[in-house]
């Protein structure tokens, strides 16, 4: 139906508008707090009647699975740090040829990034087909564990 005057008009003049005792409607405690205040406490016959999935922890979330299973070390590091490590006593010299063993340095795995300057014969639980084919052109060996 529509009206000629909004109610609101009527009300203007008045001190309360409508709200009965001038105290009622003055913050937001009057509606119990903003938004979904009180959710827990006052409220909570509100939300176990009309919103009882609110708490809570709901479904299951898969484990995701880990990216990389072993620790790895490049062909570059490995080259740069090869007298080093005969110092170190964590690698033999044999003629020409550098022995390194990545188990002892703590790798699993040994990737084909970089350039290889020397040969070296590196020995280790795995190694990428990269990395394999770069120590073999070199004139080193891939001996796995």
């Keep these: 139906m529509i009206r000629k005057t909004r ?13 009965g005792c001038t105290k009622k409607r003055r913050g937001a405690g009057h509606r119990g707090g903003r938004g979904k205040a009180g959710g827990h406490k006052h409220m909570w016959t509100w939300v176990v009647k009309f919103d009882p999935d609110r708490y809570g ?19 570059d590091y ?4 090869a007298e ?3 110092e170190r006593e964590l690698a033999q010299k044999e003629g020409d040829t550098i022995i390194i063993d990545v188990t002892q340095l703590g790798y ?5 990034k970089g350039k290889l300057s020397r040969s ?26």
């Design 108 to 112: 699993d795995k040994v990737l084909g």
């Design 7 to 19: 109610k609101i008009r009527k009300l203007r003049g008045s001190r309360s508008i409508g709200g």
């Design 84 to 86: 080093k490590l005969v």
């Design 78 to 81: 490995l080259d740069d740090n």
């Design 120 to 145: 070296l014969t590196i020995k280790a639980p795995h190694f990428s087909a990269s990395a394999a084919r770069k120590i073999e052109d070199n004139g080193g060996e891939a001996i796995n564990l």
């Design 57 to 75: 922890k709901h479904g299951f979330k898969r484990p995701q699975k880990t990216i990389n299973r072993f620790r790895t070390v490049n062909l």
